[in-house]
């Protein structure tokens, strides 16, 4: 069995990491900030979570939360390019201060800007 990018960057501690390095930014963001519940805790673990899930992590965003049905969950969320743009921001700079290997950065990277622009609506 091929060893997955999970794996690879050190398992769930790694997208913990990330993730609290991205709500950094978010927090101080005056744009981003109001799309968030005043609590981060359930967002952070939830990102966390689906991320770890996503790149060959166990399935506990899915046991706890169901599908992740992105575009549903954001849907009640105004994404503008302007906030799709932010967001990439600070999961950008979150992943720069990674310490993990170039092409890693990159896979997450590329999801990542895919990701976000999908979830555009506006």
Aim: no cysteine; charged share 30%; proline share 5%.
């Amino acid at each position: 069995m091929d060893e997955t990018l999970y794996d690879r960057v050190g398992g769930l501690s790694f997208f913990t990491e990330l993730v609290e390095r991205f709500y950094e930014g978010v927090e101080t963001d005056a744009l981003l900030r109001p799309m968030y519940p005043e609590d981060l805790t359930e967002s952070k673990e939830s990102l966390a979570l689906f991320l770890a899930q996503y790149w060959g992590g166990p399935p506990l965003y899915q046991e706890r939360r169901g599908h992740p049905r992105l575009r549903m969950r954001h849907a009640p969320f105004v994404i503008t390019k302007r906030a799709r743009d932010a967001w990439l921001v600070h999961m950008n700079a979150a992943l720069v201060a990674a310490e993990i290997g170039e092409e890693d950065r990159g896979e997450l990277a590329a999801y990542l800007d895919m990701a976000a622009h999908q979830l555009r609506n506006r």
